[in-house]
């Protein structure tokens, strides 16, 4: 059976205005609640907060800068999330752009994989407690991270093409994709998974898939929802290319083409309540282990509320394909 998770559809500026979708996680059959990168409060900050608020529910970075702290720093944070919650953790990095790279650096690291390679290989194994003597081109660590009780911390990349999903197959535990159609997935990612899996002779990553959706309503349009949501991707020269990889041909100077392209390849679900649960089994069958609902369209289009109301109806829609409602609830 299915598992599905939700993301939080906004980048908070107070943590606690993460709790109404985290009670959500607590009290459907969502195992997750995910957050990406934010640089108003940081987000191992907003799910310590939730947890000292007393919702403690697993939860998930999809994903974390690497630039921003040392892999040392990483392991550190995300065990401490997961002790603060009590549940396991997604922990998931990825490098950012080489923009953003070069703001924090002052370079792009001259090799993507190998510095992903490094920064993984070394936040795992400070969470597995083993004494590292790791000299990288990029990251280097000698020493251990002190022995402490923790949830179990899954270590996560983000991929969106075959050399990062190879990567993954050889050092991560999931796999996080984002805006990749459910066809992508089972034709280039999940193979280049296994490719590296089986080279690195350890298990294939679970693939979590975070699947930008929103229903379709006759008063609602498509072309805002979706670029609500994704515009900013869709313009990005590395998702262009994975689309572009998916069979999707983006025309940059058409937004509203642009927004009927991705609905139409699948990296966009725009459909009707009928619909979805049929969108959501095509990933299934593609290999995904778990399906994160991101309405971000729906929220920067219309309001949180609405957002917040979106996702309790998917996950209704849902619930047929769902495993058991997940052991960890409010606590009080």
């Keep these: ?127 597995d407690g083993k004494t590292m003597e790791f000299q990288g081109e990029y990251f280097s ?27 993954a197959g050889e050092v991560a535990d999931v796999a996080i994709t984002w805006l990749t159609p459910a066809s992508y997935i089972r034709d280039v990612i999940r193979p280049a998974l296994t490719e590296g899996a089986q080279a690195a002779g350890r298990p294939v990553p679970r693939i979590a898939a975070i699947v930008p959706v929103a ?7 498509l072309t805002e929802v979706v670029l609500a949501s994704n515009q900013a991707h869709l313009n990005a020269p590395h998702y262009r290319d994975m689309l572009r990889r998916a069979g999707i041909d983006l025309p940059g100077d058409d937004l509203g083409a642009m927004a009927k392209a991705a609905v139409a390849g699948g990296a966009f679900i725009f459909a009707s309540p009928d619909e979805v649960a049929d969108r959501m089994q095509e990933f299934l069958a593609a290999g995904v282990d778990e399906i994160v609902l991101n309405v971000t369209g729906v929220r920067s289009a219309i309001s949180v509320a609405a957002a917040q109301q979106e996702l309790e109806r998917l996950l209704q829609l849902t619930e047929s394909l769902a495993g058991p409602p997940p052991r960890f609830g409010r606590t009080t």
């Design 1 to 127: 059976m299915a598992k599905f998770s939700i993301l939080l559809p906004f980048i908070p500026r107070r943590s606690r205005q993460a709790i109404p979708f985290a009670e959500l996680v607590s009290h459907t059959h969502a195992v997750r609640l995910w957050q990406g990168q934010a640089l108003a409060v940081e987000p191992h900050q907003t799910f310590v907060h939730l947890a000292a608020a007393g919702i403690r529910v697993p939860v998930g970075l999809g994903v974390t800068l690497m630039p921003l702290r040392h892999p040392m720093e990483a392991a550190l944070q995300a065990r401490s999330v997961a002790q603060a919650t009590g549940a396991p953790m997604v922990a998931g990095y990825g490098p950012g752009g080489k923009v953003f790279q070069t703001n924090v650096m002052g370079a792009p690291y001259r090799s993507q994989l190998t510095a992903v390679r490094e920064y993984l290989t070394l936040v795992r194994g400070l969470l």
């Design 141 to 167: 660590y000698f020493g251990q991270l002190p022995p402490c009780p923790a949830p179990l911390v899954e270590v996560g990349l983000g991929v969106l093409r075959p050399g990062a999903a190879r990567v």
């Design 215 to 221: 229903l379709a309503h006759q008063d609602r349009d």
